[in-house]
């Protein structure tokens, strides 16, 4: 009986009121959140492929001109260069099963790699000079994430205590 009026009185119709807003709040910003999160996951993987396409398009025609011609100094240039793009962690020319030239650091992690071979053609033939080892390290995606959703978190958090108070 005590039970039946504690639950029936204007007090306890606010509590849970109150109550209400707060779960409905966190769940409407745990869906959002998880979406929002999801998107700019595929955003950051969708980046990854266009830096390797343009490294395909841009940059390895003359990388396999300076790889026929051995310029070192070229090559090294134009890896150096490679390897500041957004998520880029190594960039190696493999010849004959053996790295000759590299710049960044290789990860043993969750990366992105990809394996494009230089072709040169030369006196009608297409010959393979080497291939270039392209990776992507996922660590700095996967830290972008969570530093959003802690963000995220806390001015939704906040929103919520201030709209409860």
């Given at each position: 009986m005590?039970?039946?009026?504690?639950?029936?009185?204007p007090?306890?119709?606010?509590?849970?009121?109150?109550?209400?807003?707060?779960?409905?709040?966190?769940?409407?910003?745990?869906?959002?959140?998880?979406?929002?999160?999801?998107?700019?996951?595929?955003?950051d993987?969708?980046?990854?492929d266009?830096?390797?396409?343009?490294?395909?398009?841009?940059?390895?025609?003359?990388l396999?001109?300076?790889v026929?011609?051995?310029?070192?100094t070229?090559i090294?240039?134009?890896?150096?260069?490679?390897?500041?793009?957004?998520d880029?962690?190594?960039?190696?020319?493999?010849?004959?099963?053996?790295?000759?030239?590299?710049?960044?650091?290789?990860?043993e992690?969750?990366?992105?790699?990809?394996?494009?071979a230089?072709?040169?053609?030369?006196?009608g033939?297409?010959?393979?000079?080497?291939?270039l080892?392209?990776?992507a390290?996922?660590d700095a995606?996967?830290?972008?994430?969570?530093?959003?959703?802690?963000?995220?978190?806390?001015?939704?958090?906040?929103?919520?205590?201030?709209i409860?108070?």
């Amino acid at each position: 009986m005590i039970l039946l009026r504690f639950f029936a009185t204007p007090r306890s119709l606010s509590r849970r009121f109150v109550l209400l807003v707060v779960g409905a709040s966190t769940l409407i910003t745990i869906v959002t959140t998880s979406i929002q999160l999801y998107s700019d996951y595929k955003s950051d993987l969708a980046s990854i492929d266009q830096s390797f396409a343009s490294i395909r398009i841009s940059h390895l025609p003359s990388l396999i001109q300076d790889v026929w011609t051995a310029d070192d100094t070229l090559i090294h240039t134009q890896l150096n260069g490679l390897v500041t793009l957004r998520d880029i962690t190594f960039i190696a020319i493999e010849e004959n099963g053996k790295i000759s030239w590299m710049a960044g650091k290789r990860e043993e992690g969750d990366v992105v790699e990809e394996h494009i071979a230089l072709i040169r053609e030369y006196q009608g033939k297409d010959i393979t000079i080497g291939n270039l080892i392209v990776q992507a390290d996922l660590d700095a995606v996967y830290q972008r994430l969570l530093d959003k959703l802690l963000i995220v978190l806390a001015t939704n958090a906040l929103k919520t205590f201030l709209i409860s108070i």
